[in-house]
């Protein structure tokens, strides 16, 4: 059965079959269309008071029809035919529109982005209310002809109001051999392939300033994603920032800076979108239909920095949950098959939809996995008790993601635990011996020290449940080591992102020891700030092994008073 896109909802089933019969009106190849054709198109917009897009190929046939505007109706980028530069796509759109009037940017930047040989907008006059032979009628008024020419700020043609007959008079083929050649000519190149087949991610960050942000935490916010999409391995071409009391319920952003950002997207050849912040599978529909590329925020981005960081068998587990359980109750909203379902006899039961059954393989497979992060779990328990029974003393390096943990554990216990300057390197936690003399009595003390995963502001709740096996290190640990990245402007909006992850934990260790990293890279003016805020801190570079002699002592000290502590009790 020949399907119909766009919004269908409430449609009765007589309308649906006079649409499905589109796909039965081949039209001529050397025109753009006929009079019969358009008019039909005309009647039918109007009974169901609604635009309608057909999308035409060069030999004349009906590929695709929908109902909704042409910017909400676009082809997927992945169905779209690949042509060599200055080539079209070979296809037409013919859409209708209730008021007649030029089309507009939201339409224009659709015709672009699919590379469309022209879209023909067709202004209807007439109502529901008028009857012919006994049925709704509606008729062309005048029409618009769009195409590409090769401009980058307005790479697009509007022709004057047509009549039906001067547009259905046109000779399509020379039409389209003249356009195709101005843009060969022109160097203007495969745009739109060249966002297909790039294996690169492309980003544009969208920023929105609420009400209820301070200006210093919207800045750091857009950032930390511009990092995260760097660490994600995406390039950023642009940021765009828009401010409102509160987020758009249906697109986070106004109308107007949707319009703003598909055109902008196009313009810098951008095929991704990243927002600054967590947004549900209903906007995320609203915004790709309107944009036309994928949309996503920055939980998805953490969580794909995760995906391509895990080595381990453990570290992959877990990100596979987060992902699922981030996925799950966003599958109705993005309308996407899984990549893997359930497959063979016993799979589906009578009756049921795709995404029915899609979410029973998701749930299996998320059961599956706690499964598999509870044996971790109790792994990681064992071998805890071994250590205490051993009774060294255990301290967790905790901090902001990329403060120099693994860095630290590495220089104090030559760990070769990999490091890079970017967000969330490492993800899976390192357990070493750390051997102290202490300067005093020349007794050589033991501790074992765990670098974790890094946090950052606002970790995102799958990655909280998903991680709880690698986390609990945190929470058994005696002392806990706060390495804080002296470096870093928002160093202090780090420490308060890392103590609310923090208090969130049950059983935290009571004692612990901020050790303010990256000294090298600091002003005197930040130094001084830091010592007097907090005094009891200890003052590094783990790069450059300036202050370790004087962590090694406070490290002695941490754990004596955790052991002679009358209200700890050691694990």
């Known amino acids: 059965m020949d399907t119909i896109y766009g919004n269908i909802q409430g449609l009765k089933s007589s309308y649906i079959k006079q649409l499905q019969r589109l796909y039965e009106q081949r039209q001529p190849g050397d025109r753009l269309i006929t009079s019969e054709f358009a008019q039909r198109l005309a009647a039918i917009s109007t009974e169901i008071h609604q635009p309608v897009c057909i999308y035409i190929n060069r030999r004349g046939q009906v590929i695709r029809v929908a109902v909704g505007t042409p910017s909400k109706t676009q082809i997927p980028p992945q169905d779209l035919p690949r042509h060599s530069a200055g080539r079209l796509s070979g296809i037409r759109c013919v859409a209708t529109q209730l008021k007649s009037h030029v089309p507009d940017a939201a339409a224009l930047t659709a015709m672009v982005r699919q590379r469309l040989d022209a879209l023909v907008m067709l202004g209807l006059t007439g109502s529901g ?24 700020e307005m ?34 190149g495969t745009l739109g392939v060249e966002e297909i087949e790039s294996s690169e991610d492309k980003v544009l960050l969208v920023g929105l300033m609420t009400e209820d942000m301070s200006q210093q935490r919207f800045e ?37 800076k949707v319009e703003e950002i598909s055109l902008l997207a196009h313009q810098l050849g951008a095929n991704l979108i990243v927002f600054d912040r967590d947004i549900s599978a209903s906007q995320v529909r609203n915004l790709e239909a309107e944009i036309g590329i994928s949309v996503v925020d920055r939980t998805e981005v953490i969580l794909d920095i995760f995906a391509q960081r895990a080595q381990s068998q453990a570290g992959k587990l877990q990100v596979e949950l987060a992902q699922l359980e981030y996925m799950l109750p966003r599958l109705r909203g993005r309308g996407q098959a899984m990549s893997r379902l359930g497959a063979g006899i016993g799979t589906r039961g009578p009756g049921e939809t795709k995404l029915e059954t899609e979410r029973r393989a998701i749930g299996r497979r998320i059961a599956q996995l706690q499964q598999e992060v509870n044996q971790l779990q109790a792994h990681r328990t064992r071998l805890r008790q071994q250590r205490q029974q051993q009774e060294v003393p255990s301290i967790a390096l905790v901090g902001y993601t990329n403060a120099g943990k693994s860095t630290l554990l590495n220089v104090l216990t030559h760990a070769e635990v990999y490091t890079a300057d970017q967000l969330f390197a ?17 007794e050589r003390r033991s501790i074992v020290l765990t670098d974790t995963v890094g946090f950052i502001h606002e970790l995102p709740p799958p990655l909280m449940d998903a991680f709880r096996a690698t986390l609990e290190e945190v929470t058994e640990a005696d002392a806990l080591l706060h390495v804080v990245d002296l470096s870093d402007p928002a160093w202090a909006s780090h420490i308060s992102s890392v103590m609310d992850v923090l208090a969130e934990m049950p059983a935290m260790p009571g004692s612990a020891l901020i050790v303010f990293n990256k000294i090298d890279g600091v002003d005197s003016d930040n130094l001084a700030l830091a010592q007097q805020e907090y005094p009891q801190a200890v003052f590094i570079s783990a790069t450059q092994r300036l202050g370790l002699d004087t962590l090694r002592q406070r490290l002695v000290q941490l754990i004596d008073e955790v052991v002679s502590s009358p209200a700890v009790t050691h694990k």
């Open 220 to 256: 750091e916010g857009l950032k930390e994603l511009a990092r995260l999409v760097e660490s994600a391995k995406g390039t950023v071409l642009e940021t765009v920032i828009q401010k409102r009391s509160r987020p758009h319920p249906q697109t986070v952003i106004g109308q107007g």
């Open 426 to 442: 490492t993800l899976d936690p390192t357990t070493r011996k750390l051997v102290i003399t202490d300067p005093q009595t020349q």
């Open 155 to 188: 790479p697009w043609s509007v022709s004057t109001p047509l009549s039906l007959d001067n547009l259905t008079e046109q000779d399509f083929d020379d039409l389209v051999h003249e356009w195709e050649t101005d843009l060969a000519e022109s160097g203007f």
């Open 129 to 152: 209310t008028e009857r012919r032979g006994g049925g709704a009628t509606g008729y062309v008024k005048e029409a618009y002809l769009a195409h590409l020419i090769p401009e980058k």
